[in-house]
């Protein structure tokens, strides 16, 4: 149990388009959802927090306007980054958890994009 | 902000038992310390979780001393499926209830053969 997908697991965009990434948690439902992004041999930093119905919270120098968190059900969680830009790229990774406290997350398997 | 210290590399050999810890001094009373282990381009995966003192599933044991302000991942017997990057994490819990959880910088773990 427990299984976060993410969709799509790649995508290769030119610079100016804008990017949806999907976050699913398919056998349970996630009253709270994470995005992080991770750079090569880096850790993976947090950007934003979301509720289902409710508008994401944002950490330090992410941008708001610029990745667009979207929590529209309990299963259903999506990231667009707006305008992309080659400083985008990365490895964007989600997690899921139960409960707002939160404390055991299951994380997705990733989405590499590349803005060229 | 509770904040992690790991060592960055360790090397190890097929069969031994690797010891990884991780130092949270700032660590709060309702914070538990998690670990993750993370191969190239995938998420992280779980391995285990614990509040204090010892906690052991299938696949490792976690030791926590009575000030909490460490822990320390026991891996029995590696094999070279083990070689990948080990993530301790504690988190924050802000006002509000919400949680923030932080990653550390991890541990690379290379199992020689």
């Known amino acids: 149990g427990a299984v976060v997908s993410q969709h799509p697991s790649w995508v290769i965009c030119k610079s100016g388009t804008s990017v949806k990434i999907e976050c699913r948690s398919l056998?349970?439902?996630?009253?709270?959802m994470f995005w992080y992004r991770q750079f090569p041999k880096k850790s993976l930093m947090l950007m934003a927090t979301?509720?289902?119905?409710?508008?994401?919270?944002?950490e330090q120098g992410v941008e708001k306007d610029k990745f667009l968190i979207n929590h529209a059900s309990l299963t259903l969680s999506t990231l667009t980054v707006t305008s992309a830009h080659p400083e985008d790229s990365s490895f964007y990774i989600c997690?899921?958890?139960?409960?707002?406290?939160?404390?055991?997350?299951?994380f997705g398997p990733g989405t590499r994009l590349t803005v060229l | 902000l509770a904040k992690t210290t790991q060592p960055i590399s360790m090397d190890s050999y097929e069969g031994q038992e690797v010891n990884i810890t991780c130092s949270h001094n700032n660590i709060a009373t309702n914070d538990y310390i998690t670990w993750y282990q993370q191969f190239p381009s995938q998420g992280p995966r779980f391995i285990i979780q614990g509040y204090k003192t010892k906690v052991t599933n299938e696949v490792a044991s976690l030791f926590i001393p009575a000030d909490r302000k460490s822990s320390t991942l026991s891996l029995p017997r590696v094999s070279l499926s083990d070689t990948a990057v080990y993530y301790c994490l504690v988190g924050e819990m802000r006002s509000g209830g919400s949680y923030i959880p932080t990653f550390g910088r991890g541990t690379s773990l290379i199992v020689h053969p």
């Open positions: 056998d349970f439902q996630a009253t709270t």
């Open positions: 997690s899921a958890a139960f409960r707002e406290s939160a404390i055991e997350q299951f």
């Open positions: 979301s509720n289902e119905g409710s508008k994401a919270t944002y």
